[in-house]
């Protein structure tokens, strides 16, 4: 087993992100993942289109100057079994989620030999990307739906088992582009969890040890539920708005750094 300072980093995308022109987030990732050397496993899992997807990561990574690009399909959990799909991870530095529906990447690979090996490789240091549903996925009790809302309420979000690659946290993305505040909220007092991560598009945190980096062209929303002095949980049915008290709330854009021990931006 590794430890914690040689996990691979995690870089986790607010989905949208530019494919055409600069390509400032895909770039971040490809440099985590080795640069020139990269070797890329683009897993397909979330999409319902996941040939024409795969095409499409394929030809941004390689103009990006990637030496490999491999596309893992799994429409099914079998898939997650197969030989040549292990192998693809076994040698992959980047393992780059696309985006869809977060529960098919549940569904198809947590619990699997393919997920396994994806923790494996983490361990020795290959990156893990996700950009959408693949942010979703990432803590370890993630956003399945939820309404985009500005107050928020029991009803207001659906949550599930993630894939658990940044436990503790409440990641939510497409973030200042479809209201989400409100959704966040309602989940971070509904789980254990005391840190909700905002992700606009074309944004992503790079997470490397105990801090990430803001990179992209909105911002990240931190929201911070360890101050907070109150909420009216108890009792309340599924439509009635929670009432939260005293959160922290910050907004970092590119190039700002966040301390996720310490729950400091670094500015």
Do not use: W
Not at 9 to 27: P, Q, Y
Not at 240 to 261: S, W
Request: hydrophobic residues 40%.
């Amino acid at each position: 087993m590794g430890t914690e300072q040689q996990l691979g980093a995690l870089v986790i995308i607010g989905g949208a992100e530019d494919k055409e022109g600069d390509c400032v987030v895909l770039r971040e990732f490809v440099r985590a993942a080795g640069g020139v050397d990269a070797e890329i496993a683009v897993m397909t899992a979330a999409t319902s289109l996941p040939d024409e997807v795969g095409d499409d990561y394929t030809r941004v990574f390689e103009r990006l100057g990637a030496k490999r690009v491999d596309v893992v399909h799994t429409d099914r959990r079998e898939d997650s079994e197969r030989e040549d799909n292990l192998e693809k991870i076994k040698g992959a530095t980047g393992i780059f989620f696309t985006g869809g529906d977060q529960s098919r990447i549940v569904e198809y690979i947590k619990g699997t030999p393919l997920n396994d090996a994806i923790q494996q490789r983490r361990q020795e240091g290959a990156v893990i990307g996700g950009t959408s549903a693949g942010a979703a996925m990432m803590p370890d009790e993630m956003i399945i739906e939820g309404d985009s809302v500005s107050n928020p309420s029991v009803g207001a979000v659906e949550m599930g088992p993630g894939m658990g690659f940044l436990p503790g946290i409440v990641v939510d993305q497409h973030f200042a582009q479809r209201g989400r505040l409100g959704r966040l909220l309602a989940a971070l007092v509904l789980q254990p969890a005391v840190l909700g991560l905002g992700i606009d598009e074309n944004t992503a945190i790079i997470v490397t040890g105990d801090e990430f980096q803001v990179v992209g062209a909105g911002t990240i929303t931190v929201v911070d539920e360890t101050t907070a002095t109150h909420n009216n949980l108890e009792g309340l049915l599924k439509d009635e708005p929670i009432a939260l008290c005293d959160v922290k709330l910050h907004i970092l854009p590119h190039g700002y750094r966040y301390n996720l021990k310490t729950h400091t931006p670094i500015v």
